[in-house]
């Protein structure tokens, strides 16, 4: 069965997660900083993933602009607001895409099925 457009919009690409991956050195975006590692199990701080900053579940599109490396530890930490830092977290985000990405916009992030039409209404 095929998956919808939109279910492909959220995705990370093979083109998306070659471009996050080198743009962040393979390396989590928060280990990086030092971020919140007391306690840290070696093994999720070595396991990598793409983090969305906009979660797909909330629409967030599978572009760079919206992803990072993410080793396990820092991901679940902000995905399940462990220890009450996913807003700090979020924010240290937000700021490393800002710092990539000259004009990031969060309303960009997120699929919106309609956005085709915007140009075309007066």
């Known amino acids: 069965m095929s998956r919808s457009k939109q279910a492909r919009a959220r995705?990370?690409?093979p083109a998306a997660r070659k471009e996050i991956?080198?743009?962040d050195q393979r390396?989590?975006?928060?280990c990086?900083?030092?971020y919140e590692m007391e306690g840290a199990d070696w093994l999720a701080v070595e396991v990598k993933s793409i983090m969305h900053y906009i979660p797909r579940s909330q629409g967030g599109l599978g572009i760079?602009?919206?992803g990072a490396v993410g080793c396990q530890w820092h991901h679940d930490m902000m995905d399940n607001g462990n220890r009450g830092k996913r807003?700090?977290?979020l924010n240290i985000f937000r700021e490393y895409l800002k710092k990539h990405y000259p004009g990031w916009d969060k309303k960009?992030?997120?699929y919106d099925k309609?956005?085709?039409l915007k140009g075309e209404v007066s």
Request: aromatic share 16%.
């Open 27 to 30: 390396e989590c975006i928060f």
């Open 32 to 34: 990086k900083l030092q």
């Open 114 to 116: 309609w956005e085709f």
């Open 108 to 110: 960009k992030l997120v």
């Open 11 to 13: 995705e990370f690409s």
């Open 21 to 23: 991956i080198s743009r």
């Open 64 to 66: 760079p602009e919206n």
């Open 87 to 89: 807003e700090e977290m």
